[in-house]
């Protein structure tokens, strides 16, 4: 069933648990994230990168595919456009019936940032759809994020609390210490700060850059009042070693159950330790 951001986190907040946000390529990997959500009743954001926005001149129809899809699954989806890089990207999949849009304006100073996002709050509103920002900054270690730089910029949290009040959006990303794609060294989350964060800021908190942040610390994010959580590295690896495996003559007709196999292991992991596993039920 398609729902939006605002419909899929009400519970997650009352529940005291995570959604997990995964980023899906094409068709058959949102296939396999709706069969292992439905298998084990879980809630799922499935997100989409924004780079086929401007480049698929097919971008309505495709979207009203994923849609279908979406809506079809028997426990609550919505979909969700990860990290719009301008306001017109976000109008785009906002027309086309994405159910949800990040706003990823976090380079730009903070009125920038808010101007942008206002006007991502204004046309959503008028679709019923809802939005995602970011304050501070949530770098990258190799990650194809084009609106990412590579440094961390940690959120402020009385920024964070202002930000969220004048821009009118329903989720916020903070920046606590997790990277995109492969980290550099160890995570080193500030708990003080989400603390700081939690007391200042009332709309659900987002973590970007979930692989490999650990199960304990993702246990002790969700404490601290994180209730959204972006993960993509982790699957995407053994996700492309199945596919390259699948491609040895002897593999080929198993690909599809390898990738399948991959794509469960790690999700329900992250179902597991998110606390949103059998949590889908409609
Ligand atoms: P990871 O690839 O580090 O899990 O980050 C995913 C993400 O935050 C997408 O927005």
């Not at 401007?54 to 994923?66: E, H, I, P, S, Y």
């Not at 440094?151 to 821009?167: H, K, Q, V, Y």
Request: net charge positive; aromatic share 8%.
């Amino acid at each position: 069933m398609l729902v939006t951001l605002n419909e899929i986190l009400e519970p997650a907040v009352k529940g005291g648990y995570a959604v997990i946000a995964p980023d899906f390529l094409n068709a058959s990997m949102l296939s396999y994230y709706l069969e292992v959500a439905e298998k084990y009743q879980t809630p799922v954001i499935a997100s989409y990168p924004p780079l086929p926005v401007d480049r698929l001149r097919n971008f309505d129809r495709w979207t009203g595919v994923l849609r279908s899809r979406c809506d079809s699954a028997k426990v609550p989806v919505c979909l969700h456009l990860d990290h719009g890089k301008d306001p017109q990207t976000c109008f785009r999949a906002i027309k086309a019936g994405f159910t949800s849009v990040m706003i990823d304006a976090s380079i730009y100073e903070f009125e920038q940032n808010l101007e942008q996002t206002r006007q991502v709050v204004k046309e959503a509103k008028k679709h019923g759809v809802s939005v995602e920002a970011e304050i501070g900054h949530v770098g990258a270690y190799r990650f194809g994020i084009e609106s990412s730089t590579t440094d961390n910029l940690l959120t402020d949290p009385d920024e964070a609390g202002s930000f969220a009040e004048r821009s009118g959006i329903d989720a916020l990303a903070v920046s606590i210490g997790t990277q995109h794609g492969q980290y550099k060294g160890k995570p080193d989350i500030d708990f003080k700060r989400l603390q700081a964060l939690q007391d200042r800021v009332r709309i659900p908190l987002v973590l970007h850059g979930g692989s490999g942040t650990g199960d304990e610390n993702i246990r002790k994010t969700i404490k601290g009042g994180i209730r959204k959580i972006n993960v993509f590295t982790d699957i995407i690896k053994p996700y492309l070693k199945a596919t390259l495996n699948g491609l040895k003559p002897w593999h080929i007709k198993n690909r599809k159950m390898h990738q399948q196999e991959a794509v469960e292991r790690i999700l329900k992991s992250y179902f597991e330790v998110s606390g949103s596993l059998g949590r889908g039920s409609i």
